[in-house]
Structure formats: C-alpha cells, structure tokens
C-alpha cells in the first residue's frame, strides 16, 4: 500500500562504477525514480563520483538522470558562469535537471537559470530557511538544511497551498524514517521530490541498492516492473 500524497519521484544520488545499471533499471521499470550523478573534479572515482566512463555507459540506458554538481565545478559555475568541461555530457541529452551544490550566498539564480537554459535543462538549487521556499522561481528549490550532510531538520518548510510549482526536500531521509517524513512533507496537495544520498549508502560508503529499493516500496508499495 502506498502512502498518502507520495512523491512525483524520489532522487537516489551517488551511483558510481560499482553501481550495477542493471539494478538501477530494475528499480526504474517500477518505480518514479531519478537517478543523482555527482559530478567534482576532485573526488572524481571515489565511492559516489564516477568516472567518465561509467557517466558515458548511462548515455543511451533510458534513466532519468540529474546532474550533481560539486566541488570546483560549483565554484567555477558561480564565479566564472560556465564549466566548459562539463559541456560534452551536458550537451548529450542524458540529464535532464543539474543541481548546483552550493552555499554560496552569491549564488544568482537568474543566471543560473540562464546557464542551464543553454542545454535543456532545468536548475536547482538548494535553500535552508525551514519556514518558506524562496519566491525565485528562476530554478528549481531543494530545501536542505544541512548543505548535504545528511542532517534531518527539526522541521521541514511546507510550500505555500496555492503554490503549483514542485519543490524538493533533503536532509537524513532514508529507509527508517521516509514514512515519517512523507507524512509530514505530504500534508499538502502540491507537488514535491525528495532527494536522498547519505542514508542509502552501504559500509563502503558507495550507494546501496538494496536500500534504495526499500525506500521506493515503502513509499508507493511493491510494484511490478512495467
């Protein structure tokens, strides 16, 4: 049985080369899932940063994808407003959203939305006032308290009843507590995603499968693939 009010789709972020793309598709033929990328020049390899290779293996595999960037990539975007290195798997059609990983208060989401208009793509960016969304509807919001750190919030702003646009949320949700949480997120009929990293890891530190599958039939039941 699925919960009240769930998600239009949930984001599993951190699929790297030890993920396997077979799981990953098995998870999507049933369930609304985004799969997060992420993206930093510096952790390139480590557990939840692919390779190249393993980001060019998903070009034609049919997920919905979103492009997480990180790191100097981040920076470089705010300060200079282009990663020109990122253009090739930009310009490929493969993701279809690119969220930027930032706290920079410098961050302007008009040219961010300016940036991301130039490959198809819808932007995000993150917010932190657990009272309201921003009323910037230049990008996509993802309300995330901690700045990625996987930290619940002691509470969880609620978007505005007349509000038509979907907003997202992070912060510590996963497989214990994503009832609690599309309970209290979902007391509104307006659209929402959620966004998860830090609680669908295993002991290496790379993303799980298994737990990810747990959050999706908790969420909408068990479904069988389309």
């Not at 993802?142 to 509000?163: H, I, V």
């Not at 509104?188 to 530190?205: G, K, Q, V």
């Amino acid at each position: 049985m699925s919960l009240l009010n769930p998600p239009a789709f949930i984001t599993l972020t951190g699929a790297d080369d030890s993920t396997n793309l077979f799981d990953m598709r098995d998870i999507a033929r049933c369930f609304p899932v985004e799969w997060g990328i992420l993206l930093s020049p510096e952790r390139r390899g480590q557990p939840r940063f692919p390779s190249h290779a393993f980001i060019n293996s998903l070009r034609f595999s049919g997920l919905k994808l979103s492009a997480h960037i990180c790191g100097a990539y981040s920076r470089d975007l705010i300060k200079f407003g282009d990663v020109p290195e990122l253009h090739p798997i930009l310009n490929s059609g493969m993701f279809t959203r690119a969220q930027i990983n930032t706290n920079d208060a410098k961050v302007n989401p008009k040219e961010i939305a300016r940036w991301a208009a130039r490959f198809g793509i819808t932007p995000i960016l993150q917010c932190r006032n657990p009272d309201h969304f921003p009323d910037s509807g230049d990008v996509k919001w993802l309300f995330d308290c901690s700045g990625g750190r996987g930290q619940t919030p002691e509470r969880w702003p609620l978007a505005s009843g007349e509000a038509k646009r979907i907003v997202g949320y992070a912060g510590g949700i996963g497989p214990d507590n994503i009832e609690a949480v599309v309970r209290t997120v979902g007391q509104r009929p307006t659209p929402y995603w959620l966004d998860m990293e830090s609680r669908i890891r295993d002991r290496s530190n790379r993303l799980d499968i298994e737990a990810c599958q747990r959050v999706c039939t908790q969420t909408w039941g068990q479904v069988e693939p389309a």
